[in-house]
């Protein structure tokens, strides 16, 4: 059998990762989203937008993968399991799980803002959130920047071609912990369903994938996955 997993910010909040709208403490709290995930907010301030993604970066390697992220690495010992996800976090990496495509990037991926180039230097130690801190240099005189996906551009093509392929290849999608709202990634369940691909949703909540998915599990994913292999079949009847 050959299982994708699709994952967003649900999963990797119950291991206390914020998710980004709910991850800004007092230094940041007066800024918009949009002003420390966009090229225009890089621009206008890199050693702000600097110092929130490390520390993001440090704050992600505090917690533990969960319950849920192990129950979908266990998964690789009966089926052929490929994880795709919008979260930025290592956490299904550090379950176990490969391969893993990150479709939004990492936030312990770096690379030069002028030429490209994949950094691999010493970061900055961050013990306490600082509201600017200065990006390190690239060799051309850029400055280093997180390996993120910002609003307004473009998904990394290898990581989404990736995503299309084991969605299309999968018996099953598993989608968990996502809202369904941010695109393209939500557009990847559309293309199980249209498929004939059987569909299961893992949320709490209802989202607009709730409607179509061939499953809805309304619980969380640390209480859902590591039961879920085996009721799938109950539930599927």
């Known amino acids: 059998m050959r299982i994708t997993v699709l994952s967003g910010a649900g999963i990797s909040a119950e291991s206390g990762v914020p998710t980004f709208r709910d991850d ?4 940041w709290s007066r800024f918009d989203p949009y002003e420390l995930s966009s090229v225009q907010g890089w621009q206008r301030n890199p050693e702000r937008v600097w110092g929130w993604y490390l520390w993001r970066h440090y704050l992600v390697g505090t917690v533990e993968p969960n319950a849920g992220h192990r129950a979908v690495a ?3 010992d009966h089926a052929e399991v490929s994880v795709v996800t919008q979260n930025v976090d290592d956490l299904h990496e550090r379950a176990g799980s490969s391969p893993v ?3 939004h990037g990492s936030l312990f991926d770096f690379r030069c803002a002028t030429c490209d180039l994949p950094y691999t230097g010493q970061l900055p130690q961050m013990t ?4 600017e801190v200065e990006p390190p240099g690239c060799d ?4 280093i920047r ?3 996906v910002w609003f307004g551009e473009a998904l990394p093509e290898g990581p989404w071609q990736r995503a299309v392929e084991a969605t299309t290849t999968a018996d099953v999608l598993v989608v968990v912990g996502t809202s369904g709202l941010v695109y393209p ?4 369940p559309e293309l199980a369903v249209a498929r004939g691909t059987v569909v299961v949703e893992v949320n709490p909540e209802p989202t607009p994938l709730s409607s179509s ?12 996955l590591p039961t879920l292999m085996q009721r799938l079949p109950a539930l599927l009847n």
């Open 213 to 224: 998915a061939t499953v809805t599990v309304r619980e969380s994913a640390s209480t859902a």
């Open 128 to 131: 306490e959130p600082a509201l």
């Open 74 to 76: 266990a998964w690789q």
């Open 140 to 143: 051309c005189g850029g400055l």
């Open 146 to 148: 997180p390996d993120i």
């Open 24 to 27: 800004k403490n007092g230094l």
């Open 101 to 103: 495509h990150h479709l």
């Open 185 to 188: 990634a939500a557009g990847l």
